[in-house]
């Protein structure tokens, strides 16, 4: 079965491409009026299946540990294709 790629999660590439990392909370504000548990949900979505787009790690902020997510080798390659041009690998790990 193929995975389907949005245009939603060819642009959350892009601007993790960008970013690097991001938390939900960053994720939320990138998705207005969609509930945190939606957004949630859709990045999760991008961390499972065939085409992983997203890798899920945990790293320590002031609220204690939190979810945070970066590009895997195809999300990069989407985030690529996305800007037109080539971006830094995502990072292996989180500091």
């Known amino acids: ?21 991001m938390d939900g909370a960053r994720a939320e ?3 207005p009026g969609r509930a945190g548990a939606e957004v949630r949900s859709a990045l999760d979505r991008l961390t499972k299946g065939q085409r992983q787009l997203f890798r899920k790690e945990r ?23 996305l800007l037109e041009r080539e971006l830094e690998p995502p990072p292996r790990e989180f500091n």
């Open 59 to 81: 790293w320590m902020s002031r609220r204690g540990m939190e979810p945070a997510y970066c590009l895997t080798d195809a999300g990069h390659q989407e985030a690529c294709q």
């Open 1 to 21: 079965m193929a995975t389907i790629i949005t245009e939603r999660d060819r642009n959350l590439c892009g601007v993790l491409g960008e970013m690097k990392w």
């Open 29 to 31: 504000r990138l998705l």
